[in-house]
């Protein structure tokens, strides 16, 4: 039992400090490497919990909520005057964020494990597609986020 919680703490703190590294690197968000993670690990170690993807989404997207709401109520002075709707936005994307959670409630495991490499692969397109867009002198001048 000891050994069994001594490697769950290691392997959580490594997984968290390589995600944080290759988040900051690359620019992406953590939710990227932590929900795949978070599911092996508790298929792994909580084989009882019925819906582990559900679980994995619904933590990572807790943790994220956390760190991005302090992030920008710290920030809010500056950010505001860049964009003015910002408010706005923060309040859709916790909606946004509820909702998905009750929808991943609902939703059945083997669905999940489909849907999330899709999306991670639909978020990888977008990004190369904005990066080119943003590059072709055809789209100068157009601002691209």
Same mark, same amino acid.
């Given at each position: 039992? @000891?050994?069994?919680?001594?490697?769950?703490? =290691?392997?959580?703190?490594? @997984?968290?400090?390589?995600? #944080?590294? @290759? =988040? #900051? @690197?690359? #620019?992406? #968000?953590g939710g990227f490497f932590v929900v795949p993670v978070l $599911?092996? %690990?508790? %298929?792994?170690?909580? *084989?009882?919990?019925? $819906?582990?993807m559900a679980v994995a989404t619904t933590t990572s997207l807790c943790n994220i909520c956390i760190v991005n709401g302090i992030s920008s109520y710290r920030r809010m002075p500056t950010l505001s005057k860049l964009r003015p709707d910002l408010p706005w936005i923060m309040v859709s994307s916790l909606v946004a964020g509820v909702i998905g959670s009750f929808v991943a409630k609902m939703a059945s *495991?083997?669905?999940?494990?489909i849907l999330f490499p899709c999306f991670l692969l639909f978020v990888?397109?977008?990004?190369?597609? =904005?990066?080119v867009m943003a590059s072709n002198s055809l789209f100068q001048g157009m601002v691209f986020q």
């Amino acid at each position: 039992m @000891v050994f069994e919680t001594t490697l769950w703490l =290691s392997l959580l703190l490594t @997984v968290c400090a390589l995600c #944080g590294i @290759v =988040s #900051g @690197v690359f #620019g992406i #968000g953590g939710g990227f490497f932590v929900v795949p993670v978070l $599911n092996f %690990m508790f %298929m792994y170690f909580y *084989d009882s919990i019925p $819906n582990t993807m559900a679980v994995a989404t619904t933590t990572s997207l807790c943790n994220i909520c956390i760190v991005n709401g302090i992030s920008s109520y710290r920030r809010m002075p500056t950010l505001s005057k860049l964009r003015p709707d910002l408010p706005w936005i923060m309040v859709s994307s916790l909606v946004a964020g509820v909702i998905g959670s009750f929808v991943a409630k609902m939703a059945s *495991d083997e669905f999940l494990h489909i849907l999330f490499p899709c999306f991670l692969l639909f978020v990888i397109i977008l990004r190369i597609l =904005s990066r080119v867009m943003a590059s072709n002198s055809l789209f100068q001048g157009m601002v691209f986020q």
